[in-house]
Antibody
């Protein structure tokens, strides 16, 4: 059974940093691209970032480019999101999502985690 | 404002057929496949339709998808109370080099 378990969320002040993690199991992690998708309270889904199976291709939404860094450790079956210079508008539930393909481009998200909540507030 | 445009709400009575539209552009729907996600209240999104019209295992055939040009639609026939959820369309955008979502449609079963 595919499982994606996010962690690392919490309350953080504007301008500070936070690192999210996603522990994957139930599939061959290094065969697939992985993504982060967020959902602000009461709002819709927003793609944040994605990374190919071998970290060779990485993409970011314009809203987080230059502040967030996605990475993965295939030996640990884990996905990460380093979030710096956090803003109030980054407040959201952050989902880890598995792609059905190796590469970043195109495709769809066939499995989702339950999310970890990030609240940016003073 | 979302790159893909969906109506914010839709409704129907049990047994009815409802459709949800999703409008995009040549850089997303016009050149890539469309996927649909269902988000039941208080839960994570779930893949409902992929590659325009394919259903993952376990998704009832009451759900169907289609695409034409730069638009797509999701149809739900034989509407049931458990279909009450938010529905999102999504596609890869070649100009933005990322996934884009619609703003979501809240489906109410009356």
């Amino acid at each position: 059974e595919v499982q994606l378990v996010e962690s690392g969320g919490g309350l953080v002040q504007p301008g500070r940093s936070l690192r999210l993690s996603c522990a994957a199991s139930g599939f061959t992690f290094d065969d697939y691209a992985m993504h982060w998708v967020r959902q602000a309270p009461g709002k819709g889904l927003e793609w944040v970032s994605g990374i190919s199976w071998n970290s060779g291709s990485i993409g970011y939404a314009d809203s987080v480019k230059g502040r967030f860094t996605i990475s993965r450790d295939n030996a640990k079956n884990s996905l990460y999101l380093q979030m710096n210079s956090l803003r109030a508008e980054d407040t959201a539930l952050y989902y880890c999502a598995k792609s059905e393909r190796q590469w970043l481009q195109r495709g769809y998200f066939d499995y989702w985690g339950q999310g970890t909540l990030v609240t940016v507030s003073s | 404002q979302s790159v893909l445009t969906q109506p914010p709400s839709a409704s129907g009575t049990p047994g009815q057929r409802v459709t949800i539209s999703c409008s995009g552009s040549s850089s997303n729907i016009g050149s890539n496949t469309v996927n649909w996600y269902q988000q039941l209240p208080g839960t994570a999104p779930k893949l409902l339709i992929y590659s325009n019209n394919q259903r993952p295992s376990g998704v009832p055939d009451r759900f169907s998808g289609s695409k034409s040009g730069t638009s797509a639609s999701l149809a739900i026939s034989g509407l049931q109370s458990e279909d009450e959820a938010d529905y999102y369309c999504a596609a890869w955008d070649d100009s933005l080099n990322g996934q884009v979502f619609g703003g979501g449609t809240k489906l109410t079963v009356l």
